[in-house]
C-alpha cells in the first residue's frame, strides 16, 4: 500500500480485470492508467461492454484487479482484504445505482439509516442523520414511505441520499438517471452537481448519455475496456467555491 | 435497534414467505407435540392400570411361586384332584371348601427379614387363595374317582364324558389383609370406592367387577369358606397380579384355610423409587426360592388395545413425527435459501454499501431463527388443539393383565387339583386415553423450531455469505 500523491483519490496503473479464465477468459479493463484528483467531477462515458461499469466496480472496492495496481488515497485495493474493502465501502465510499437498490420492505428513512447502521450509532443518532439526508435531498415529508410507494425520482433521491449519510470522500454513481425520464435525470445530476459544489466530494459518474458527460468538467471514454480519450476541463469542486 | 428493526420489516412485509416458513416448522412441530402427548397419556393410561396393581405406596410384592413339575404339583402344593371316595357314598351329598394357591406360603415371620434388606422402606403381609366350593351329591363310580378342585370335573368312570350333573363348582379368589397399615399391602384404603374398609373381623370389601357379577352391595353378605361376612366396601378398579375377588382379615383367612401364621406374600414399599430394581434383587437374593414382582415387570403384562397403542405410538408415532420434522426442517431451509436467491440485490447492496459478511449471515440467520420461534409457538398450539382433540374424543383403551392369585397351602391329602390351572386370571379393565402436554414438552417444541430456523438460517447465512457484492450487482444488470 502506498501513498504516492494525497492529491489524488484514485490511482490507477496498469489496471486489467479479467473474467473468467482459459479459452472463457473475457478481458474487461486492459492496461487503464488513470488518476482522479480529490474534488473531481468525472463522467467515464463509453458504449454497452466498453468496460465502464467494471472500472466502477473496481474504483468502489467492490472488486479487485486482475493485474496492475489500483489505490483509493493510497491503499491499495487489490492488496486488501474483505474486511478492509467493506470498511472503506462503509466510510469512504457512496454508491447510487441505475435500479436505484433499495429495500423494498424498508421505509425511505430505513433505507437510508441501513447505509449508517454498521457505524455502530444509537437509535436516536442514526434516525437524526437519515432525517437530515432525507431532508437535503427534500424528501423529509417522503421518510416513511416504503420504496414501492415513491416514484423513480424518489427513490434515486433515497438512494443518493443513502449513499451521503456516512460523508463519503467519493460518491461512484452508476448510470443514475438511467432508469428516469429526462426531467427527473435533470433534477438528479442538478443534486449531485449541487452535492458535489458543496461538499467538495470526488464523484465519479457512468453514463452513455453524451449531454450528462458534457456538463461534466472531465470526461473519459472507454472503448473495449481502454481509454479511448479525456475530454479535461480543469474545474474541481474547490475552484467552483 | 436498526437491525431488529430490520428484521421485524422483513417478517412482517414478506408475510407469504414468514408464513409459509412459520407454518412447515409448526406443522412439524405440532405432530412431534402431538405424538409425545398421546405418547405421554398412554403412560398415563398404563399407570392408571397398573395403579391399583401396585398399591399406593408399593412398588414391590415378594412371592415364592410353586414349582409344577411334571406329572403334577408336588404334595404340599394344595390341590390335586378331590377323591370322591373321600366325599361319602354314593348318592350322598357333600359341600366342601377347597384352598389353592400357585404361591407357596410361608411364616408371617419372614416379613422382618424382607424389611431388614437394605433399600426397604415398609412392608406388609398378606394371603391371597383360590377358594373352591365344591358341592353335589357323590356320583355312582366303577372304580376310584376324583374330582379336581379348582374346577375341573372330577375323574372316574363315573364321570367320563363330562361332568357329573351333581357336583357344583365355584371359586373365589379371597386375599387374607393386613389391616394395620391402610396404605400398603393387598388393599389400601384408597382402593376403596364405596363403603368403608375392613375394620372387622366379620367384614369383608369385595372387588367392583365381583359385586357386579355376583349382585353385591354395601350391606349383603358374602359367603367365604362357609362362613358368612357383611360387605362393607367396594374395591373399585383393581386390576392384575393381586386382584382378587374378597378381601377379609388375614388372621380370618388364616383361620378359614387352616393356615395360622402363614402368609404367601409380601408387599414392599420401597425407600426410594430409583432404587426398586436394586431393592428387588437384594430381595431376591436374601429371601431364597422368592421372586419379586415390580410394576415395570407387570407394565410388560399389559395386554389389549392400550398396548397396541402404545406400540403404534412408539413406532409409527414416532418415526413420523421425525419424518415430518426433518421435512419441515428440509422445507424452511429450501425457502430461506430461495429467499436469499431471490434476495440477491438486496444482499449484494448491504455489502456494497459496507456492510460485513457476518453481519449480512447474521440478518438472514436471525430472520430464520425467529420465523421458527414464531413456527414453535404456532405448532404448540398445534400440538395443544392436537391433544385437547384426542382428549374430547373420549378414546377408550381395555387392557389386560394375566394374574396368578397367590397362595400355597398344602391341601388335605389326596384332595386337590392342579394349583393355578383356574388360579391363573386375566383382569381387564378399560381406561379413557388423554393426551397432556407439559410445559417442558411446549419447550422443548419450540426449542426444536427454533433449531430448525437455526440450521435454514445457517444455510441460509452461507449462501449469503459467498455473494460477491460485484457479482451480486452485476448478475442483475
Redesign the interface.
Known sequence: MTGSNSNHAYELDSVTKVYGSGTTAVTALEEVDLEIASGELVAIVGSSGSGKSTLLQLLGGLDRPSAGRLALDGLEVGRAGDRELAAIRLRTIGFVFQQFNLIPTLTAAENVEVAAAPLGLDGSRLRDRAAAMLDRVGLADRAAHLPAELSGGEQQRVAIARSLVNEPEVLLADEPTGNLDSATGEQILGLLRDLWRESGMTIVLVTHDPSIAADSPRVIRLADGRIAGEDREPLTATVVR | ???I??LG??L???KGRTILTATCLALGVGLVVSVTALSAGLDDAQSEVLEPLTGVGTEMSVARPMEIEEGGPPPDAGGGPIGLDNLGKAGEKFDTYQYVSTDTSFPAAKRKQVAAVDGVDATAVGLTLSVAHVSGRVPEQSGSGAAPATGAPPTGSATAGGPPDSINFETTTVSGVDTSDRDLGLLTASQITDGFYISGASDAVVSRSYATQEGLAVGDTVDVGGKDFEVVGISGGAVGGQSSDVYVELDRLQELADLEGRVNAVEVQAASADEVQAVSDRIESAFPGSEVTTASDLAEQVSGSLVDAENLSGKLGTALAIVALIGAFGITTLVTLSSVAKRT??LG?????????W?VVRQVAGESVVQGLIGGLLGVAVGLAAAAAIGAAGISLDASLESASSGGIPGPAGVGGPPGADAATSVASTVTLGAPVSPGMALLAIGLAVLGGLIAGVFGGIRAARL???EA??S??
Request: no cysteine; charged share 35%.
Open positions: 435497534m436498526f437491525y428493526r430490520y420489516a422483513e412482517r412485509r414478506r440485490r438486496e447492496t448491504l455489502k456494497a454499501i459496507g456492510w460485513r459478511q453481519l460477491s457484492p460485484a450487482l452485476r442483475l444488470g
